[in-house]
């Protein structure tokens, strides 16, 4: 069975602090995809990166950053600098057919300015 | 706007009525999936498509609830005698074939509220 917990449920953070979102997954397939996605206010899911488990190189696009480490099956997600824009709900996300994605209960992240 | 495409956004209905909320996906993608969400909670995985053929519906809620994909284009979602449990965000994502893990991409999602 699949499963993914973010054991985050609401944060907030001021402005231009750093923060980082957690997410731990279960699997036992060798093969599986992780992902985050953004839902803002407005309610569309919006694709942020997408890590398959042979690739453990954490990324960098601009203000966000991942952690990807299998020994711990976690795929953190840092905001650096965080803005009032970043506010939204995020979702960690995990798939090992491509069929069906199992998704966390999500983290609400407010950032006040 | 070429993204995935849902109508309508906000639904309120009656107890006991009928209700079809309609997906157009990303125009090069086969596959399509309905998820629903509720408040506080994660999207669930309800059914998806690939092409005309809907590979997997174990996972619809009752037998209430039914998906169609006539022509391998938008897809319908029905749900027959809604009941208030079935108030909920229904989401529609679309991808495209190419081995496990592709990406889903998902419209703004359908609210539907039943009184």
């Known amino acids: 069975a699949q499963k993914v917990t973010q054991a985050q449920t609401e944060i907030s953070v001021v402005e231009k602090e750093d923060v980082t979102l957690d997410c731990v997954y279960e699997?036992?397939?060798?093969?599986?995809?992780l992902f985050w996605y953004k839902q803002p206010p407005s309610g569309e899911l919006v694709f942020l990166i997408r890590r398959n488990s042979f690739d453990e190189q954490n990324e960098i696009s601009g203000r966000y950053s991942w952690n990807f480490q299998k020994s711990t099956s976690s795929f953190n997600f840092t905001i650096t600098a965080s803005q009032v824009v970043d506010s939204a709900v995020y979702f960690c996300a995990l798939t090992t057919t491509g069929n069906q994605f199992y998704f966390g209960t999500g983290t609400s992240l407010t950032v006040i300015p | 706007d070429t993204g995935v495409s849902q109508d309508p956004r906000h639904k309120i209905t009656k107890r006991g009525q009928n209700v079809t909320f309609r997906c157009d996906p990303i125009?090069?993608?086969?596959?399509l999936y309905w998820y629903r969400q509720t408040l506080g909670q994660g999207p669930e995985f309800l059914t998806y498509?690939?092409?005309?053929?809907?590979?997997?519906k174990s996972r619809l809620l009752s037998d209430r609830f039914s998906a169609e994909r006539p022509k391998g284009s938008f897809s319908t979602l029905e749900i027959q005698r809604t009941e208030q449990g079935d108030s909920a965000m229904y989401l529609c994502a679309s991808s495209i074939t190419g081995g496990t893990g592709n990406t889903i991409y998902f419209g703004e999602g359908s609210w539907l509220t039943v009184v």
């Open positions: 125009s090069e993608h086969n596959r």
């Open positions: 699997t036992r397939d060798t093969t599986y995809y």
């Open positions: 498509f690939q092409n005309e053929a809907q590979l997997e």
